[in-house]
């Protein structure tokens, strides 16, 4: 555990050299200002003072000049405490900035499958607390470094001074070492525990926050706070445990020092009654010795903090040496202007083990092959789990198949730049995502997209109106995930913002499932237009105006494609897409009586 300690401090120096060097030369000068204190007290107290109390005169020249010399100290050593404390303050700082940084951009390269595979719990405490851990030991590292150098002079100046008084002080030292080491050694598993529960504490938290409406809604209320209550507890606990050692170490470490020093005033005074040592030399050696109390505490503040900085930097390395990365290739697709085709020929896929999405039963797809030409409309028809989804993944290119080759235009996505990839598709998801900004902000993403343009993917959505209708308009902040929002605004302000980038190709995966059928026929009616179809379309569709708008109808199940062609060619001659389409129009039936339709939303 040192010397992975010790690795970590090595990386922090080499990362803010300059700052480490700043913050270790007032350290030093620090520490040796006060070994001089030391010398200047001895002498004050050996020439000035005793002579005084000898002769019961006060030397006013004598008096002056020793005032001046622990002055001229005291102010050395003030501008030593400023360099440290500055420099150790901003180095941890910048550390924690910058590692925080490193962490969150690695959390927006890894692809999709790698998030579904950790708990939001977890990457947020990798981003928050670990980075904290990792770099507490910097604010009392220069410290350590510099009182370092108190040590070795402090050492030197004892046996120049007196050498039996010194090797007395110095034989503290080894029992001051093996403390220490013993404390490492009990405190890193405790630590790690407890980081670990940090993580599981705050998953839990999040997870219950973000199901808020399912928690309430089933009455969960209780069981949540008792789920909750239970990590608390063990977080508690942990935390109580590295306490507990923390409780058990500290005054052994700071009682060594002082039982050091009363062992060199014992030696010292029987030093002067044989002659062998005078009054300013005992005082000095006296001073020294509790002065090396500092540096002694000074460097078991980072061991002690070691432990916990490890624990901390190896989950941070966890997110920094991932593996998975979606490498892009350096293609540019040409005809940027026109509608793209898409085609999937021969697509196997399959989720990793422990991925958040894999099935029971092994391969997701197998041998998918299909194209939506430039400037037409598919559906994906299929039952649940047949691989709608992850097909409309592909196309995106959130993941990559195992086999096969998705391509846009003829050229395999994985070829494409990643700026290609954005300009070219764009997905609109099940569960629409709106952040916490303007429905300006929501829809432009800082993509420099004119006012005129956000209007006009409004109007393609069917959101143009209920926008207009709110006091703010484009500026109407929509909350938390859109929380002012009715579901059906929310979806199509989604599909708004992705008509806002021009996509060449949009695919839709069952994102219109919470607006009214007649919203829905109109804002694919919209899309379809001659007049304004830039896009090729792949959408995932239940009801059956969405199907019947389709050029083309794909047929999935269970992760194949079982038939292709028109909705009319396909229900007279695939029995199970007639049998699911009919399924699905009952069902849709049903909930347009039971007015299941979200289309509220936030009053103007």
Do not use: C
């Not at 501008?79 to 910048?94: D, E, H, P, T, Y």
């Not at 998801?429 to 006009?456: C, H, K, M, Y």
């Not at 190709?505 to 899309?527: F, G, M, N, Q, Y």
């Amino acid at each position: 555990m040192l010397l992975k300690g010790l690795r970590v401090l090595g990386r922090a120096i080499r990362d803010e050299p300059h700052i480490f060097a700043v913050a270790v030369a007032g350290s030093v000068l620090f520490s040796l200002l006060t070994i001089a204190t030391a010398f200047v007290s001895g002498e004050v107290v050996g020439r000035i003072v005793v002579p005084t109390i000898d002769s019961r005169h006060v030397g006013t020249g004598a008096l002056a000049l020793g005032g001046l010399a622990v002055l001229a100290v005291s102010l050395g050593k003030i501008v030593g405490i400023l360099g440290r404390r500055l420099g150790a303050g901003a180095m941890q700082f910048n550390l924690q900035a910058r590692y925080r940084q490193a962490v969150t951009r690695r959390y927006l390269r890894l692809p999709l499958e790698w998030h579904q595979r950790h708990a939001t719990g977890t990457l947020l405490s990798n981003a928050n607390a670990d980075v904290e851990s990792a770099w507490y030991p910097i604010a009392p590292f220069p410290f350590a470094v510099g009182t370092a150098v108190m040590l070795v002079a402090a050492v030197v100046s004892l046996f120049v001074t007196d050498w039996a008084m010194a090797l007395v002080g110095v034989a503290i030292f080894p029992t001051l070492l093996g403390v220490n080491v013993a404390y490492s050694r009990r405190m890193a598993p405790r630590v790690a525990r407890a980081q670990q529960l940090r993580a599981e504490v705050s998953a839990v938290a999040h997870e219950s926050f973000d199901g808020a409406l399912v928690v309430k809604t089933m009455g969960r209320e209780t069981a949540e706070t008792e789920r909750f209550a239970v990590k608390a507890a063990e977080l508690r606990d942990a935390t109580i445990r590295v306490g507990r050692i923390r409780a058990l170490f500290d005054p052994m470490l700071d009682a060594l020092p002082s039982v050091g020093t009363l062992a060199v005033l014992v030696v010292g005074g029987w030093r002067f009654q044989q002659g062998a040592a005078e009054v300013s030399e005992v005082v000095s050696v006296a001073f020294l010795f509790t002065v090396l109390a500092f540096p002694v505490r000074a460097i078991g503040w980072v061991l002690a903090e070691l432990p916990r900085s490890v624990v901390g930097w190896e989950r941070i390395r966890n997110v920094l040496d991932a593996e998975g990365d979606m490498v892009y290739g350096t293609t540019e697709l040409r005809d940027e202007q026109k509608p793209a085709a898409l085609r999937f020929d021969d697509v196997h896929f399959a989720y990793r083990p422990g991925d958040a999405d894999a099935p029971p039963g092994g391969d997701v797809l197998t041998g998918v092959s299909f194209d939506v030409p430039a400037g037409r409309t598919v559906a994906l028809v299929g039952p649940t789990g047949s691989g709608k989804s992850t097909i409309a993944a592909l196309a995106a290119r959130l993941v990559d198949p195992r086999a096969g080759t998705v391509a846009l235009d003829g050229v395999d996505v994985r070829e494409l730049t990643q700026e290609a990839l954005v300009r070219t598709a764009a997905l609109v998801a099940q569960v629409p995502f709106v952040f916490d900004d303007t429905i300006r902000g929501n829809i432009t993403l800082d993509r420099g997209v004119s006012d005129e343009a956000v209007w006009a993917a409004l109007r393609l959505a069917q959101a143009d109106e209920f926008v207009e209708r709110l006091a703010a308009g484009l500026d109407t902040t929509v909350g938390e995930r859109g929380t002012s929002l009715s579901g059906g605004q929310r979806q199509r302000l989604t599909i708004a913002r992705a008509l806002a980038g021009a996509p060449r190709l949009l695919v839709l995966d069952d994102a219109t499932s919470a607006v009214d059928p007649r919203v829905e026929a109109a804002i694919l009616a919209a899309l379809r237009r001659d007049d304004a179809q830039q896009a090729s379309i792949l959408v995932v569709a239940y009801r059956r105006a969405t199907i019947a708008l389709a050029d083309e109808v794909v047929y999935l199940e269970r992760g194949r494609v079982i038939a292709r062609g028109t909705h009319q060619e396909l229900l007279e001659t695939a029995p199970g897409y007639a049998d699911l389409v009919t399924a699905y129009e009952k069902a849709e039936a049903e909930r347009e009586r039971e007015h299941a339709f979200d289309e509220g939303g936030v009053s103007a």
